[in-house]
Nanobody, 119 residues
């Protein structure tokens, strides 16, 4: 059973930092890419970052230079380090992975963690 559990959200002032973590289980973590999405109030969920099984990363333009991501295959965790946070970074952040199962690509999501950037 695939499980993704996020932690680390909270309230932070503009310019501050937060580190999100996602604990994964139920699949071969080292073989899978992991992604972070976010959803702001009234907006569609958007891709923020992806880290491949090999460790290469992708970031959406709005967070480049401010966010980094790392994958710990020994602990089955993926982290999103968020620096220089802005109010527009506010939203619910979700950990996500996609797994081929019986010929179908299934998408799995965590429950989300709230990030609020406000003074």
């Amino acid at each position: 059973q695939v499980q993704l559990v996020e932690s680390g959200g909270g309230l932070v002032q503009p310019g501050g930092s937060l580190r999100l973590s996602c604990a994964a289980s139920g699949f071969t973590f080292s073989s899978n890419a992991m992604s972070w999405y976010r959803q702001a109030p009234g907006k569609e969920r958007e891709l923020v970052a992806t880290i491949s099984s090999a460790g290469s990363t992708y970031f959406t333009d709005s967070v480049k230079g401010r966010f980094t991501s790392s994958k710990n295959n020994a602990q089955n965790t993926v982290a999103l380090q968020m620096n220089s946070l802005k109010p527009e970074d506010t939203g619910v952040y979700y950990c996500q992975t996609s797994i081929y199962t019986s010929g179908s690509l299934l998408h799995y999501w965590g429950q989300g963690t709230q990030v609020t950037v406000s003074s």
